[in-house]
C-alpha cells in the first residue's frame, strides 16, 4: 500500500507522490517566538516529525524546513512590554524552543529560518504582486493584498468571496482573523509609533513583513516555487495558509504546494489550549509533575493527528507507565538483535500509510512484545525498527550491565545522600548524572540506571 494522506486542499484523503519522486521538500509554520511554546503547539511539532519520520523510513529523502517567526504583532507588543531588544527576546525563546524540540527527540529540520533574515526576499515579493496588480499600497505607507484580484482566494478553507462579500471589503492591518471577516491583508506595515525600534528601511518604506508573507518567502527561497508538503495546526488554515497560497501563486503563477495536512488541537475541557485563553500548559509544567516529554510523545500518537484530543494530566501519566513498560520490556528481550520481522514490519506500515494512522501502529507494538512466535532478538530488532518512527530513543535504552563503573558509583553516593536526607546533595549528585547522558530512576525496589540522549546542538540560518 503506498502513503495516503488527507489534502485540506481537496478535503481527501489522497496518494502520496511527491514532485521529485524521490526526494519531498516539507515546510512545517515554525514557532512565533514571544513565549514558550505550548504542549498543543508541540503536538503540531510532533506531527511534522512523525510525518517526517515516515516519509524518510519510506525511502524518501526530506528536505525540511522550519521557520522561526522572529518579527510579528504578539512579538512587537511583547519587545514593548519586557523593554528588550527584539533580538534580546526573540533568540532567548528560539534557544528555549530548541530545549523543547530535543527533549521531544524531534529531528532537527534541514534549515531553520528567521524571518528577520529573510526581509529583502519578503520586499522583492511584494514588490512582484504590486507589479502585477495584485497590491495596493495606503497613505500610512503599508502595502496591501487585494483578495478579490484572486479568482482562486479561498480554494484552502473552502469558501467563496461572493458567500462573504459584505465582510470581503475593507482591509486588516491583523494577522490573525476568522474567515466570516475576510478581508485584503497586510503584505507590508508601514512604520508607526508602536514599532518603536522594529522596522527595516526598504525599496517599500519604513515598515515591517506582515506574517503571511514571511512564510511564503522562506518556503520559495529554500524549496522553490512548487513544492510537496505545508503542514501546521488547524487554526492555521485561515487566514495564514489562505493568504501564504494567495500571496504565492499570485507572484509566481504556479501551485505553490501540493499537500496541506494541519493537524488538529489540543483541548483543555473542550476548549483549544492557547496562551490568549490562559489553559496552557508547557513542558516544563509536565517535567514538574514527574511526566518524561518522550512519554508526552507517546501519549499524543494514542490519537490520530487529525483528531481533537483531550489532555487530561491522568492519561498522560498514563503513557509515563506504558514508556517505562515499553522500555523494561526492551530490557527484558536481551542483548541479541535479530532481524526484522517482515509481517509485523508490513502491519507497521500499513497502518501509517493510512493518513498516519498511529494508534493502530502503538498497538502493534503490544502485539508483538506477546506475540510467542517471533523470537526476543527478533522482536528487538522489529520495535528498535519501529522506533525510528516513534522516536522514543528506545535504543538508548541501556541495561545496568552496560553503564559505566563511574556512574554507578555517583548513582550510589546519590542514594546514601537520600538517605542522609542530605537534598542539596542529592540533588547535585542527580545533576551530574544527567550531565554526563544517563538518568535515575526511583522505584519502588531502588534505584535504576538509564542512559538518554545529551540534547543536541542546532543551527540557525
Ligand atoms: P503559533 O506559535 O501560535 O504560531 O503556533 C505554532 C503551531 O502550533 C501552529 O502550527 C499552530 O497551528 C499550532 N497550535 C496552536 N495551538 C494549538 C493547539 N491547541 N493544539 C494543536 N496545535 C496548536
Ligand atoms: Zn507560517
Redesign the pocket.
Known sequence: MALNIFNTLTRKKEEFKPINPKEVGMYT?G??VYNY?HI??W??YVFADLLKRFLIYSGYTVQHVMNI?DVEDKIIREVKAQNKSLKELTEFYTGEFFKGRDALNILPANIYTKATDYIDEMVKLIKKLEDAGYAYRTDDGSVYFNIHKDVDYGKLSHFKLSDLKENAEGRLKKDEYEKENAQDFALWKGLTEDDGEVFWETDLGKGRPGWHIECSAMSMKNLGESFDIHT?????IFPHHENEIAQSECATGKSFVKYFMH?E??LVNGI???KSAGNFYTLEDLIKKGVDPIAFRLWLYTSNYSTKTNFTIETVMGSQTALARLKESVIALGNDTGTVSTEYKARFMEYLDNNLDSPQALALVWELLKDNSIPNADKKATILDFDKVFGFDLDKTKEEGTIPEEIKQLAKERETSRQEKNWAKSDELRKKINSLGYEIKDTETGFKIQGYKKPSTYILC
Open positions: 509554520c514557532p512565533t511554546a498543543g503547539n503536538r503540531a517567526t501546521g495546526g488547524v487554526d492555521n493537524n488541537h489540543l483549544k489550549m492557547a
